[in-house]
């Protein structure tokens, strides 16, 4: 099903996609085998790039530095932090730089890209929206903020999965505050763990912005910040420290070699432990689940995070077998409420207007299945309330 988000503005600025659905929007529903099919002419578009795709096969991605010479990232300020998030003009230049080089648009989000969608797009089975900050990613950020403290001392050493995580924001957050703590990081699309995840895992760590001599641009004002990193001068760094500029200015052309730059970004990626510190997955969450158990890395995670995703009844079957795989199992009585118990927290719109699903509808579900308590342990105000649930075991 093909729909798009509204937008809104958080409490930081930041641009989030909101939850209003625009009106009359046509449905596009699964068969059994997840192939999304057409219900009327105005879907055509979504049903061709969708029918040719099966349930996206399970693929571990190894973190890599993006082929490109820099970078554009926004801050992100909340609660006296901040966080660096890849701006999506940024990737859509990259992607048209991509396709005027090969002339092709081999993969799915490029092919959305290339009709003219909006990254608030969502194509069901295709692209789930994963290159824009979505608000309750937001919210999760900031409940995770809030009770850093329990949660620290009861991850400490623990492993985090964060399903559907985009640009990761949540994610992020773990990685800096709590650093013996391994993230696993999971999104529907490959194309955005590429475009927009990793890029954020480098610019809060090892391409993190700097004044320093890193040749990097920054761009503030009284409400904003934003950084252009420029990759190609760390590549240099890495390759011929001291001597760069030396190096460099007696060469004819002074870009890098493909080769000078593939070894710069092996070294830049070893000087750093980020790599021994998180993964990435792409998937279906079926396909997922299945592969983790082929593995045996059953109940391996003790914290398990999610945002916007139980917009549709249809998924929620695949999601809460996902959780059954991978949460960790209580160390101390089932069903405690102590912060050291393993958990998912679930954040969500309460009503997805046009929709199937909702806060409500997803609840009832959970305490059907009769595998989870499920509580709601943060609640926002307003006329679009937002919620976070929070899932342990019975």
Known sequence: ???????????????????????????????????????????????????????????????????????????????????????????????????????????????????????????????????????????????????????????????????????????????????????????????VLELVTMPNVLANTILCPSTAGNGDTLHADSDTEACEIDIDFRRTQALFGADTDDVIGKRDVPELTVDEANEADARMLQSSDIRDCCEFVAGDWANIEHELRRQGRENSFDLVLTSETIYDTDSYKSLHDLLVCVLAKPKTEAGSQDQKAP????????????????????????NARGVFNVDSVWQSGGSMPREILRLTWK
């Open 1 to 191: 099903m093909s729909f798009r988000f509204n937008f809104g503005v958080s409490e930081d600025g930041e641009d989030v996609a909101c939850s209003t659905t625009p009106t009359g929007i046509s449905t596009l529903d699964c068969n059994g085998s997840g192939t999304a099919m057409c219900m009327n002419e105005e879907n055509a578009s979504d049903a061709s790039i969708a029918s040719a795709v099966a349930a996206a096969p399970f693929e571990s991605i190894s973190l890599t530095i993006p082929k490109v010479s820099s970078i554009v990232v926004d801050a992100i300020f909340y609660k006296g932090q901040r966080l660096w998030k890849r701006q999506i003009d940024d990737v859509q230049f990259q992607l048209a730089q991509q396709d005027s080089m090969d002339g092709s648009e081999d993969s799915l989000v490029k092919r959305a890209m290339a009709e003219d969608r909006n990254a608030s797009d969502v194509i069901k089975g295709v692209y789930e929206g994963g290159l824009k900050t979505w608000e309750c990613s937001i919210d999760l950020l900031s409940f995770l903020v809030d009770h850093q403290v329990e949660l620290g001392a009861a991850l400490h050493g623990g492993r985090v999965l964060e399903i559907g995580c985009g640009t990761g924001l949540p994610s992020l957050h773990v990685l800096k505050s709590m650093p013996d703590t391994y993230v696993c990081m999971q999104d529907y699309n490959k194309d």
């Open 343 to 366: 958990a998912a927290l679930i954040a969500a719109k309460s009503i997805y207007f046009g929709l199937t699903g909702s806060v409500l509808i997803f609840k009832q579900y959970v």
